[in-house]
């Protein structure tokens, strides 16, 4: 019996893509040590975020209409594809808590008299009433937020540019290559990455093919982001590497003749809904695989314990955003390997040895 009814068109899973990849990287991004090239940086990212998601398309089309828990145990074998499922159950749980936090952090800053835990609840209680009403309706949201949010941040930059010094983009050569390799392979796990999470709901598109346009979405959703942070160093120079949230403090400089001013609500929203749908994306899947592991008829009675596990390992996280800030940069894109690249690649080239097995029967 199939656990979800719905369907998703191609535009819905292209802008779940540019939902991901935006996430909170509009905010801030893991890319301090690249300094004035955080910008490339971003599309270095975007190469290697590129090559993984190749890797999870070549992997869905040797299973398709199968979700990543239903290939795991396809391609590991009962026992220890469970166990690998059991693994990136924990991933999916712990990324929607890592991102609830980042949420909750940055809306304490504008609201610190109000409890984190609120804050954190009330997020969790708009994903569990949106995805009781099933994933379809998650994507269909996404098919008007994404674009009113990319038309925001595009007004947003023309309204910049009278504050932008391009001198702020160099010089090229005073960013160690090490530095910069490090903040883009950041980039690519945290931003580009995460995208392994989309294996859980592409047996819903309408189209097979949908998964490989896919990149096209990604690269655009890398462009747009590099475009941002490109202009949020034009506009700050050197603070941009102080402040977690430089668009916040980019936005709040706009001031057109007294008129168009403190249009940093326009961030504060964004990253309300576009925070609000990676949450729920990796929720969804969180529940969807216990659900598929445990041969459950409907995810939907786990959303309400999974939604107070993410709220309790959202708060054992992280002491501080600082904190949250240095294990994206430094811990994550290590931490990451496994669920993004090892665990696929071994799965995909036991598929192809398998078929090359029963070929050459």
């Known amino acids: ?41 971003i599309l270095v990212g975007a190469v290697e975020g590129l090559l993984l998601y190749s890797l999870f398309s070549a992997l869905y089309l040797r299973h398709p209409g199968k979700t990543l828990i239903e290939i795991n145990e396809r391609v590991f074998g009962k026992n220890f594809g469970k166990l690998i499922s059991l693994s990136y159950l924990w991933y999916f749980t712990h990324l929607a808590s890592l991102n609830l936090i980042s949420f909750g952090d940055f809306f304490h800053m504008l609201y610190p008299e109000t409890p984190l835990f609120v804050l954190l609840l009330a997020m969790i209680v708009v994903c569990v009433a949106v995805l009781r009403a099933g994933i379809g309706v998650l994507t269909r949201c996404g098919l008007i937020i994404v674009p009113i949010m990319v038309f925001f941040y595009i007004s947003d930059t023309f309204l910049l540019i009278q504050d932008m010094d391009l001198n702020n983009l160099l010089p090229f050569r005073n960013v160690a290559l090490q530095d910069f390799l490090c903040a883009s392979h950041a980039v690519g796990t945290v931003q580009f990455g995460e995208l392994i999470v989309l294996l859980m709901v592409t047996p819903l598109l309408t189209d097979v093919k949908t998964i490989k346009s896919g990149k096209y979405a990604l690269l655009f959703a890398a462009f747009f982001v590099a475009l941002a942070i490109a202009r949020n160093t034009a506009v700050l120079g050197v603070l941009k590497d102080i402040l977690i949230y430089p668009t916040f403090h980019v936005l709040q400089l706009i001031n057109i003749a007294d008129i168009l001013t403190r249009l940093e609500i326009l961030v504060v929203v964004n990253f309300f809904f576009i925070g609000f749908i990676k949450i729920s994306v990796m929720y969804y899947a969180a529940v969807f695989g216990t659900a598929q592991l445990l041969r459950m008829r409907t995810y939907r009675p786990l959303l309400i314990p999974f939604g107070v596990l993410i709220i309790i390992l959202s708060f054992l996280n992280f002491d501080s955003s600082h904190e949250n800030f240095i294990f994206a940069s430094n811990v994550y894109p290590y931490y990451a390997l496994p669920f993004q690249l090892f665990f696929p690649l071994a799965a995909l080239l036991l598929s192809r040895r398998k078929n090359k097995k029963k070929k050459v029967k």
């Open 1 to 41: 019996m199939k656990l979800e009814q719905e369907t998703i068109s191609p535009p819905q899973y292209y802008v779940l893509i540019c939902a991901m990849v935006f996430g909170v990287a509009l905010v801030f991004t893991p890319t301090q040590q690249a300094k004035n090239l955080s910008w490339l940086a």
